[in-house]
């Protein structure tokens, strides 16, 4: 193979597109783990996210509702989630690990019927090397959040129920509803990312895709 003939630029682009669904999983669980948070269910969150999309995508005929539903479906699911461990202070590990597990278990249940089917694909923005849309979303997400963690207040907050969340509570802020809402971020993150492998990177759904 003549590796002098690969274009690094071209390399470099396609590695990154090719890691958006972890890029956007990534950052929503960042997000949850500054707040104190740790959910091991970011799987079981993407292939719900992925399955949900796909659905509605072809159902409707639009990507871009796919992807809607994506996010909020993996979002919701994280909530069970948030009110176990924030609620009923359940283990957060046992807890993460059974999200998988769900997650797994109803995507292959909502996904039979769709097994083989191909996706409405979302229109290329026709840019040299990169005309990816849910790339540049992942790229944005990214700027985006490190600016509202490093240069907000409501990241300053959050990083402070991260690192305390005894004196958080008692400069008078709700822990428990700002931890909610981080862990509602990283879910409709991951939902964003399964629905990327289902709707433009593969672009069908797949039993297990995420794995």
């Known amino acids: 193979m003549d590796f002098g003939a690969i274009n690094p630029v071209l390399l470099v682009a396609s590695l990154m597109v090719s890691a958006t669904p972890i890029l956007l999983?990534?950052?929503?669980?960042?997000?949850?783990?500054?707040?104190?948070?740790?959910?091991?269910?970011?799987?079981?969150?993407?292939?719900?996210?992925?399955?949900?999309?796909?659905?509605?995508?072809?159902?409707?005929?639009?990507?871009?509702?796919?992807?809607?539903?994506?996010?909020?479906?993996?979002?919701?699911?994280?909530?069970?989630?948030g009110v176990l461990t924030q609620f009923l202070l359940s283990n957060q590990v046992a807890t993460g690990l059974g999200l998988t597990l769900v997650g797994l278990g109803l995507s292959s249940l909502i996904g039979k019927p769709?097994?083989?089917?191909?996706?409405?694909?979302?229109?290329?923005?026709?840019?040299?090397?990169?005309?990816?849309?849910?790339?540049?979303?992942?790229?944005?997400?990214?700027?985006?959040?490190?600016?509202?963690?490093?240069?907000t207040r409501f990241?300053?907050?959050?990083?402070?129920?991260?690192?305390?969340?005894?004196?958080a509570h008692a400069l008078g802020?709700?822990?428990?509803?700002?931890r909610l809402l981080a862990i509602f971020f990283g879910g409709a993150c991951s939902g964003l990312g399964g629905a990327?492998?289902?709707?433009?990177?593969?672009p069908q759904w797949t039993e297990g895709m995420t794995t």
């Open 25 to 81: 999983a990534a950052i929503g669980e960042l997000v949850v783990e500054k707040a104190g948070v740790l959910n091991l269910g970011v799987e079981g969150m993407m292939i719900t996210g992925a399955v949900v999309g796909f659905a509605i995508a072809v159902n409707t005929g639009s990507p871009g509702l796919g992807f809607v539903a994506a996010a909020l479906a993996s979002a919701m699911l994280s909530l069970s989630f």
């Open 114 to 151: 769709y097994e083989g089917m191909k996706s409405p694909t979302l229109p290329d923005l026709h840019i040299p090397l990169l005309g990816d849309i849910p790339f540049f979303v992942s790229i944005a997400l990214v700027a985006a959040v490190w600016a509202a963690l490093k240069f």
């Open 155 to 167: 990241g300053l907050i959050l990083r402070a129920v991260g690192e305390s969340h005894d004196a």
């Open 173 to 178: 802020y709700k822990v428990v509803r700002i």
């Open 196 to 202: 990327y492998l289902s709707l433009v990177r593969v």
